[in-house]
């Protein structure tokens, strides 16, 4: 069974950075794709960024490029979110999520394309 914990969020004013961090307790991932994904109130799951964990260029959605990026690191076990330039409509809870890799990137965009979750961090970006 794989275990999530994200952390990293809390408050932060609008323009303001905050890194989210994703770690887990196995280290089987060398064919895994690992995602964020956020949910804001009264809003659908939405996909944020993902990557592949044993290489390859990472995938975000438009949303948050240039903003948001997305890295690893394999001595940790862990995977970031460097949020930028942050704005009240970035506010959610954001997830982070484990798939066995699909064969490409693009299938690891929906929350269908995932097999495992973590309970979430709250990011509140005032205005």
């Known amino acids: 069974q794989v275990q999530l914990v994200e952390s990293g969020g809390g408050l932060v004013q609008a323009g303001g950075s905050l890194r989210l961090s994703c770690a887990t307790s196995t280290s089987t991932f060398s064919t895994y794709a690992i995602g964020w994904f956020r949910r804001a109130p009264g809003k659908e799951r939405e996909f944020v960024a993902t990557l592949r964990w044993s290489g390859g260029s990472p995938y975000s959605s438009d949303f948050v490029k240039g903003r948001f990026t997305i890295s690893r690191d394999y001595a940790k076990d862990t995977v970031y979110l460097q949020m930028n330039s942050l704005k009240p409509e970035d506010t959610a809870v954001y997830y982070c999520?484990?798939?066995?890799?699909?064969?490409?990137?693009?299938?690891?965009?929906?929350?269908?394309?995932?097999?495992?979750w973590g309970r979430g961090t709250q990011v509140t970006v005032s205005s």
């Open positions: 999520a484990v798939a066995r890799w699909r064969g490409s990137i693009l299938l690891h965009t929906t929350t269908g394309g995932y097999d495992y």
